[in-house]
């Protein structure tokens, strides 16, 4: 993990005084980080994840195709559950012997395919009802699975891999601040009026369909998938500045960036801002209630990015 390093100021209180010696040596260790390889393979708790993820895709159509041949329930409920144990064994077997796997897909932001794939299992079945093609009637709830299993299965994933990839590349970096803190207090507070509307919507969907049997009630159930990913704006965050790049910790996850995927920072009336590279990627916004000292977060970030004009 990081090493922490502390910082003397000059007599003028100005900021933080780095020699160009010191930013070459920060520049060339962050270079060699990013190169950095992992041949360590996948632990068990991986592993595990990942085979039940492919087990909540994969399963849904063995269970159909069972479907096909036996129409009894408790055949198909033990059809299930053992295709559910081998499928989840082969695939976590087949990943844990994989060198790397964990490193390399959290490397790259292609792995958020891994959330949406499962969507795929919601619009094949519902998007047979809107053709008129009549799917077994068993497909409905195996699709549920497949989309709401395959997406918890996912996000989890996503956060095993991107985790072990920022620890990875943190081996040896030098860390020179810290602070914890959450979005601004306004987006908090239509993140939670979202939120709430979502998760409420989704029950009502939920008890229509399973207690009265109506159709739209699996369609607004899904609102619950917009519920979900705003729990993250009001979860605090921890910041970490190293050599390396920025380090966000979330409650389940650790995201890294190298400094090149930003373009500068800005100071605003109740924000920390940190600008992204990319267009399509969210800035980090920290409250600035939250973070302990302000002034000390904005020199050392300002040692590595531009102020936004």
């Avoid at 010191?22 to 991986?46: F, G, I, K, N």
């Avoid at 395959?150 to 040896?172: H, N, P, Q, W």
């Amino acid at each position: 993990m990081a090493q922490s390093r502390s910082f003397a100021f000059g007599a003028s209180g100005d900021g933080l005084l780095l020699t160009e010696t010191v930013r070459r040596s920060m520049a060339t260790h962050a270079e060699a980080a990013l190169r950095q390889p992992s041949a360590e393979r996948p632990d068990l708790e991986y592993a595990f994840v990942a085979g039940l993820y492919v087990a909540a895709l994969v399963v849904p159509a063995l269970v159909i195709a069972l479907s096909r041949v036996f129409a009894d329930a408790a055949v198909l409920y033990v059809g299930f559950l053992v295709a559910v144990t081998a499928v989840t064994a082969v695939a976590g077997r087949v990943i844990s012997k994989t060198p790397g796997f964990a490193v390399r897909l959290g490397r790259h932001d292609v792995v958020w395919v891994l959330v949406v794939l499962p969507f795929g299992w919601f619009g094949g079945v519902f998007g047979a009802d809107a053709l008129h093609v009549h799917p077994p009637a068993i497909a409905r709830p195996l699709a549920v699975f497949a989309t709401v299993g395959g997406m918890l299965f996912g996000i989890v994933l996503v956060a095993m891999s991107r985790t072990r990839y920022a620890d990875a590349i943190l081996e040896g970096a030098t860390e020179f601040a810290e602070w914890e803190a959450r979005w601004p207090r306004r987006r908090r507070r239509v993140a939670g009026g979202v939120m709430i509307c979502a998760f409420t919507a989704s029950t009502v969907g939920f008890v229509a369909a399973l207690g009265f049997g109506l159709e739209w009630g699996w369609r607004l159930y899904y609102a619950l998938f917009i519920g979900i990913p705003l729990m993250n704006l009001l979860n605090p965050r921890t910041f970490r500045v190293t050599d390396a790049g920025l380090v966000v910790e979330h409650p389940v996850q650790r995201l890294f960036r190298p400094w090149s995927a930003f373009t500068a920072y800005e100071l605003t009336a109740d924000a920390l801002v940190i600008q992204p590279a990319a267009w399509w990627r969210p800035a980090h916004r920290c409250d600035r209630e939250d973070i302990e000292d302000v002034d000390a977060a904005v020199t050392v970030v300002d040692q590595w990015l531009p102020k936004r004009r």
